[in-house]
């Protein structure tokens, strides 16, 4: 089944409820694989039951996660859980907090939640376990360019990440505050402006977030800086993933704004 056929056989209300605009570019999402149908909640169960039956994903994402699945087999969660940051359950699973989520990671490196998983979230994770990264944090913060690999992605990491996060605390500098605190995030002294955020993106992946409003003359200004040991943990371009992962997590949450709770939507697309 193509997007169009899928599209057909939605309720086409374009209601956004399931956070699409219109019902096409959701059905588009479901057939690559980023949505799942039951994101749609005019659809019975009878009805995803069997359009399942007919929707073949071909997705990379999929063999991509099917690989790391079996290298993370290959891991012993014991050996490596205190490394990373991660609880070691007592059926030997890991639980990971990623951006306000706790997600599970069983030995067979099944990935659940309460909740929406899109691949690229399993993906990082499987990421970051295979890592197995270890060591204590060093307390001592750099750029983005300053770590492994950071300097040649620097420009793509301004762009997507720091630019995008900048225009949501410019637009509404109050909400977006409260989003940070709500997934965690704490505001810190001793740094060169006095709006500084840390936010634990993964156990062992802190980042500070900067930010110095309009002045003036002087444009609104935004910098993420590292701990120097985050290039342990992740490479360089699943660091920028993750964070793009927050700037959408603030951006669905800013759709929300007036409800008191983290919304889960497609963090990661
Ligand atoms: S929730 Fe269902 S009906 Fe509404 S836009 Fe999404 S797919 Fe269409």
Known sequence: MNPIELYKKLPKKNCNQCKQK?????????IKGEAELSECPHLTNKEIELLKGSITKSDWREKLILSLKQEVRNINFRDI???????LKEDNSLAIKCIGRTFIISPDGEVTTHGHITPWM????????????????SGKWVSYSELKGGMVKAFS????????????????????????????AERHKGFPTDNAWCLYLLPKLPIMILYWPREEEFESKLKIIFD??????LDAESIIFLVE????????????ADRNEVIEGNTFN
């Not at 859980?81 to 609880?87: D, R, T």
């Not at 509404?172 to 940070?180: A, L, M, S, Y």
């Open 81 to 87: 859980a205190e490394g990373i940051g991660a609880e």
């Open 245 to 256: 992962g927050l700037v959408k997590n603030v951006e669905v949450n800013s759709k929300f």
């Open 157 to 184: 990491f301004q762009r997507d990440c720091e630019e995008p996060l900048k225009e949501l605390i410019d637009r509404d500098f109050v909400q977006t505050e409260k989003i940070f605190i709500r997934l965690g």
């Open 228 to 233: 120097s040991t985050a290039d342990r943990f």
């Open 122 to 137: 399993k993906i990082l994770l499987l990421h970051y376990i295979r890592m197995a990264g270890k060591g204590n944090l």
């Open 22 to 30: 219109t019902c096409m570019p959701f059905a588009l999402s479901v």
